[in-house]
Nanobody
Framework: QVQLVESGGGLVQPGGSLRLSCAAS????????MAWYRQAPGKQRDMVAV???????FYTDSVKGRFTISRDNAKNTVYLQMNNLQPEDTAVYYC?????????????WGQGTQVTVSS
């Protein structure tokens, strides 16, 4: 049974940084693509970043140059480094794990962690 546990969210001022972590268990972590999504109040859940098992990364346009997704297969953990945060980044951030190594298929989700960007 796959379990994903996010941490690292919180309140930060505009221009600040946060690093989200997602600890995975119950599967061969290194074999699967991982992703971060976010959902703002009243909006749908949207992709933020994806990392394949090979380490290839993809980002939504609004976070390119500010966010970095990475993975540590030895720790079964995926990270999202978020720099220069803006109020529009406020959302619940969800970690996801795929059943594929090369693309994200939205199979498994964590419980989410709140990120609030406000002065």
């Amino acid at each position: 049974q796959v379990q994903l546990v996010e941490s690292g969210g919180g309140l930060v001022q505009p221009g600040g940084s946060l690093r989200l972590s997602c600890a995975a268990s119950g599967s061969t972590f290194s074999s699967f693509a991982m992703a971060w999504y976010r959902q703002a109040p009243g909006k749908q859940r949207d992709m933020v970043a994806v990392i394949t098992k090979a380490g290839t990364t993809f980002y939504t346009d609004s976070v390119k140059g500010r966010f970095t997704i990475s993975r540590d297969n030895a720790k079964n953990t995926v990270y999202l480094q978020m720099n220069n945060l803006q109020p529009e980044d406020t959302a619940v951030y969800y970690c996801g794990q795929s059943r594929s190594g090369s693309y994200f298929d939205s199979t498994y989700w964590g419980q989410g962690t709140q990120v609030t960007v406000s002065s």
